[in-house]
């Protein structure tokens, strides 16, 4: 906690006061796991592993028997704190579904782990209608999240396989432009 509390000036004094000054105060590694039945995606489960200072200042709060797990009211809690927000950004993710862009605010699940010092959201999110190929991206149209796509995320799985490649570059409001990572999945 002493940490935390010695951290917290440090990483209030970071925020930007004005968002031509926008730069990534929380870092997060993304990946993709496509779900797949009788031969189409039917969803997708969506990883966000976070940096570990992020995942600090996340677990003083909410990891209230300091055991490093999160039991199920620890991951409710989480829950509560982060899902209407999220939702309100629509998970900050971008899909295209059989060449058709989709946007969705709800993940049909929601849950949080911890992985030696990182803090892991798994989000699953069903799609409209079976599909041969989605094509997911995450990024913050603000840029106070850096979001990159996990190199190592599996390239193939059970009924698919996925590349990670760059996205076209997405023109930020009063920012610029960026280039996001996009995961491209169709199902074999």
């Not at 935390?4 to 870092?27: K, N, S």
């Amino acid at each position: 906690m002493r940490r935390c509390l010695l951290l917290l000036p440090l990483v209030l004094g970071l925020l930007p006061w004005r968002q031509a000054d926008a730069h990534p105060h929380v870092f997060i590694d993304w990946r993709v796991e496509p779900q797949v039945e009788k031969g189409a995606i039917v969803g997708i489960k969506l990883y966000w592993r976070f940096d570990d200072l992020y995942s600090d200042l996340v677990l003083e709060t909410v990891d209230r028997d300091r055991d490093r797990k999160l039991s199920p009211p620890e991951i409710e809690l989480v829950a509560k704190r982060t899902l209407s927000n999220l939702e309100k950004g629509k998970f900050y993710t971008h899909f295209t579904v059989d060449g058709r862009p989709w946007q969705t605010d709800k993940a049909v699940d929601f849950t949080a782990q911890i992985d030696g010092d990182h803090l892991i959201y798994v989000f699953t999110f069903a799609l409209p209608a079976p599909a041969k190929q989605v094509a997911v991206s995450s990024y913050d149209p603000e840029y106070y999240i850096e979001m990159l796509a996990d190199k190592k995320q599996p390239a193939t799985g059970q009924g698919f396989g996925c590349k990670v490649m760059r996205a076209p570059p997405v023109k930020l409001d009063g920012w610029g432009t960026l280039t996001p990572d996009l995961v491209d999945c169709a199902s074999r």
